[in-house]
């Protein structure tokens, strides 16, 4: 099994900047990636961002988020830059496992216009 456990969230004016945070613990070496998605109500989750094999991002967030991992702190993060209020939404660490995925419980992130 493998825990995740997200930081960083908050409320920020358009144009600031977040730090997102996810520290894994348990079974980390079967992980292979990590990454991040968001989820408003009413719409299923997106993908965000990954790091696993290439980095990968959202069109909509490409040139503004950037995604790091630090290996030695099993350590996942989401650098948040030039934020807009379509941003908000509760953000998910995933894990991508051997065998399955793992999910943080989410942070909220609230972008005020």
């Known amino acids: 099994q493998v825990q995740l456990v997200e930081s960083g969230g908050g409320l920020v004016q358009a144009g600031g900047s977040l730090r997102l945070s996810c520290a894994a613990s348990?079974?980390?070496?079967?992980?292979?990636?990590m990454g991040w998605y968001r989820q408003v109500p009413g719409k299923n989750r997106e993908f965000v961002a990954f790091?696993?094999?290439?980095?990968t991002y959202a069109d909509s967030v490409k040139g503004r988020f950037t995604i790091s991992r630090d290996n030695a702190k099993n350590t996942v993060y989401l650098q948040m830059n030039s934020l807009k209020p379509e941003d908000s939404g509760v953000y998910y660490c995933k894990a991508r496992g051997s065998t399955r995925n793992y999910w943080g419980q989410g942070t909220q992130v609230t972008v005020s216009s």
């Open positions: 790091s696993g094999g290439p980095t």
């Open positions: 348990g079974s980390i070496f079967s992980i292979n990636g």
